[in-house]
C-alpha cells in the first residue's frame, strides 16, 4: 500500500532532550516536508527536500533539522526541544512528476508534547 | 508573503444542505491550488486546481478556480454528517513546491 508512515504517533519529552520524528515513504516521491499545525495557525511548513541531499527551509524552520540522505526517509530533529514546539507534526511527499495528479501525500502525524 | 485566507472559519449546517468554502490566496509564482479533508487524522486530497474556469467534481464535492480574483470555490451539495471536518485550503508555488496553508474551514453537520 502507497503511505506516508511516520513514528512516532504520540510523544511526550522534556525540554532540551534532543528527538527525532521519523517519516518514510514507499512511492518512490522525489519530493518530502514536514508540517506543524497548530490551532488557528493551519498548517505550516517547516522544512522540505526536493530530492536526496537537497533541503530547504519553510515558513518555520527555527529549532529544526532535517536530513535527506536515502529517498524514502525524511526524519525531523528537534535538538533541543521547548514548549513552543508542542504541536501536530505532519510529514508529506510527492511526485514532482505527478503532483498534478495525486497531489501530496500525508503521514499520519505525530503528537508531539514538550514539558 | 504567500498567504491563504479561507473563509468561513466554522460552519454549522443540516444534512440536505449544500455548503460553500471559500479560499482567497496571495502567492508568488502560483502552481496550483489544492483542498483537503481533515478528520482527527492526516488531510486526505480532495482536489488539485490550475486552471481557471474549469470544475472539478467528484461525486457531492465540486471545486472552481478563479486565477484572475484569486480565489476558489469547494462546493458540497447534499451534505452528509460523514462530511463533517475540517477542509483545508492549500497553494502550491513553483519555487520548491511550497504548500502555503489556510487556516481551514470547520464544517460540522447535524442530522
Known amino acids: 500500500e502507497a503511505q506516508v508512515t511516520q513514528n512516532p504517533r504520540y510523544l511526550i519529552t522534556v525540554t532540551g532532550k534532543k528527538l527525532t520524528v521519523t517519516c518514510s515513504q514507499n512511492?518512490?516521491?522525489?519530493?518530502m516536508s514536514w508540517y506543524r499545525q497548530d490551532p488557528g495557525l493551519g498548517l505550516r511548513q517547516i522544512y522540505y527536500s526536493m530530492n536526496v541531499e537537497v533541503t530547504d527551509k519553510g515558513d518555520v524552520p527555527e529549532g529544526y533539522k532535517v536530513s535527506r540522505k536515502e529517498k524514502r526517509n525524511f526524519p525531523l530533529i528537534l535538538e533541543s526541544p521547548s514548549p513552543n514546539q508542542t504541536s501536530l507534526y505532519f510529514c508529506?511527499?510527492?511526485?514532482?512528476?505527478?503532483?498534478?495528479?495525486?497531489?501530496?501525500?500525508f503521514g499520519s502525524g505525530t503528537r508531539l508534547t514538550v514539558v | 508573503e504567500d498567504k491563504v485566507v479561507q473563509s468561513p472559519l466554522s460552519l454549522v449546517v443540516h444534512e440536505g444542505d449544500t455548503v460553500t468554502l471559500n479560499c482567497s490566496y496571495e502567492?508568488?509564482?502560483?502552481?496550483?491550488l489544492l483542498w483537503y479533508k481533515q478528520e482527527k487524522k492526516a488531510p486526505t486530497f480532495l482536489f488539485m486546481l490550475t486552471s481557471s474556469g474549469i470544475e472539478k467534481k467528484s461525486g457531492r464535492l465540486s471545486s472552481i478556480l478563479d486565477k484572475k480574483e484569486l480565489f476558489s470555490i469547494l462546493n458540497i451539495t447534499a451534505t452528509q454528517t460523514g462530511d463533517s471536518a475540517v477542509y483545508l485550503c492549500a497553494v502550491e508555488a513553483y519555487a520548491g513546491n511550497m504548500l502555503t496553508f489556510g487556516g481551514g474551514t470547520r464544517l460540522m453537520v447535524k442530522p
Open positions: 512511492m518512490n516521491h522525489e519530493y
Open positions: 508529506a511527499s510527492s511526485s514532482t512528476r505527478d503532483s498534478h495528479n495525486y497531489g501530496y501525500t
Open positions: 502567492v508568488t509564482n502560483f502552481r496550483s
